[in-house]
């Protein structure tokens, strides 16, 4: 008997609502290139802003340390760059 899947997950509800058999994702194509774009868009946009962020004289205190500044945007960028890379991880599993 298969496992029963979540609805908001794969496209609807029941056991196999929205779910290939051989346990791929079934996502419309617009999506699954949706998904794609915007994990490249991530990769296109966070590393220029991390380099001028790591520019700013706010980045590093009088002593050279790292400040608050550059700690919060190192995170900012480490998660943008995470979950595009799920993201685009997604879409093309999707198109597979």
Known sequence: MPEPRIGFLTGGSG???GVRQNGGMDLP???SVLLIVAGVWSFVVWPPFLRRVLKDPRAR???GRATTFLTVHVVLVAVSLTLGLATGVVGIAALV
Do not use: L, R
Request: glycine share 0%; proline share 0%.
């Open 15 to 17: 056991t196999d609502a």
């Open 29 to 31: 194509v617009a999506v």
């Open 61 to 63: 205190d009088e002593a």
